[in-house]
């Protein structure tokens, strides 16, 4: 992760809490939900046997010779049975006047007229619901009206209620629970398209710039297409900066090799020592230059052809004789000798131009450092896996600098004086890495570098 990027929680926690707290209050609604409309209900069974009851009682009463009488039946009462034995209060009024019954339950507060009013409230220290209504009587010209109040506690209510409430506890905690686990799932579906796109994007090489074609949801269409649009255009830039170098490098190369013809010449031509070594170091200057301006070539030509790898069936060992027998001249004035050693076949599938250009900047740079009169040793061989290893008898590599020195432009201390442009073995890694392999620097138990190109 980049120590420039900040991070602010993460979405996957941000969504799956969102959704967990929005099944949380779901959990709540439900549970009251489900209770308040159960304990209407329940409330509206008990009111029914209150009313049958207490009309049981009215539908008793009557007028015989003017008096009021009232024979309340048994079924008035056994109706009213509970299993936690509620007791039952009622009370009978004529006229306002308390006639039986228990005398603390008290009238309705207005004219009921034939309708039924309920009521809760304590009575003798007991939590009772009750119903008043109220009948008239007419008989012999007399006309009374008779009302009868009729409570019960409601102990059975409440242990149903308690039932209730446990129950829809249950029925919310287990639509939360329920809630809890889609809400992760769903959460994961989710991510799980954002982790596939930054797989596929982390998968991909520092060459493959190629727009992303598989579908994707219609949510995270402008991202792709925005991440499409940005590799276009990096793409666009690096092509051109490629192109750019490519043709700098050549337009570079052609005058300077005109210029050092010319130096050469004159130097034949000067006698004067202070002259001749101002022309030396002209010379050395133009070699530097021109090798820079080739690398760099070499560099932008890998760069772009890494990315589109043109394989062949090829053999490593008759590549690499070809390119031993055009470097030997060379060698030779150095008072150096190349010997090709190895397998006597090694066959494989790459691209050909790109390995020899790592070959020989690996093969020229052991050139550079070799003492005189040794040997550079190139050994092609097909296990442990395909390689080609060059190796020579010169100081070998500043060990506190050798995982440095593929670096684009870093060179090690020991190079001082000699030219080069930091970029030959940066072309070799880049030709191994384009082929899946790697690039290994390392010095001899006996002395000297070595460099081993694994494909």
Known sequence: MSADLTVSGSLRNRLVLTLIGGAAILALLLFFAVRNYAARVAQQGQDSILEASVTSILDAAALRDGELEVDIPYAAFSMLTTPSDDRVFYAIFQDGEFLSGYDDLPLADAPINGKWAFRSGAVRGENVRQVNTSRTLVGLGKQTE??????????????TMDQISRNAAYLGLGFFALATVLSVWATSATIGQLNKLTTSVTRRGPQDLSPFRKPVPREMAPLVTSLNSLMGRLDQSLSQSEDFIAEAAHRVRTPLATVRSYADATLQRVEKEENREALRSMVRAID?????????????????????????DLDLVDLMAELVQRLTPIAEMKDLSLSLVGDSAVQYSGDPILIQNAARNMIDNALKYAPADSTVTIEVAASPCVQVKVSDQGPGFPP??????????????????????GLGLTIAQ???TAHGGTLVLMNQPEGGACVILSL
């Open 430 to 432: 880049d030709v191994a």
């Open 146 to 159: 008779i009302e009868v109040a009729l409570g019960q506690t409601q102990d059975a209510l409440s242990e």
């Open 400 to 421: 506190d600098e050798i995982e440095t020195l593929t670096r684009r432009f870093e060179r090690g201390q020991n190079a001082t004086g000699t030219i080069g442009s």
């Open 288 to 312: 530097e230059s021109s090798r820079a301006a080739g690398q760099l070539l070499d560099h932008a030509m890998i760069t772009f052809r890494a990315d589109h790898l043109e394989r062949e």
